[in-house]
């Protein structure tokens, strides 16, 4: 058995051509239904956002800790270098 996604447009299609008579109620549960959608928009956003400054952040940490580590390998090869 097969089911076929039904759209909004293919059912109203289907429908009487009358417009749709909506009640109060069901109105209302829509419009809670539409916030609580925008609202996990925003978080999505939110932890978008943190995400890509935490990258910046770790980029500019990940140069400071190989120029230390370059900076380590330079005075141990001098080091070595003098020995020789």
Do not use: C, F
């Amino acid at each position: 058995m097969s089911v076929e996604p039904v759209t909004t447009r293919d059912y109203e299609a289907h429908t009487s051509g009358e417009p749709l008579q909506l009640t109060k109620t069901e109105i209302e549960e829509i419009s809670e239904m539409l916030l609580y959608e925008e609202l996990s928009r925003a978080r999505i956003r939110d932890l978008e956002e943190g995400v890509r400054a935490q990258r910046a952040r770790g980029g500019a940490r990940a140069v400071r800790r190989w120029s230390r580590v370059a900076r380590w390998a330079a005075r141990r090869a001098e080091r070595y270098q003098d020995q020789s």
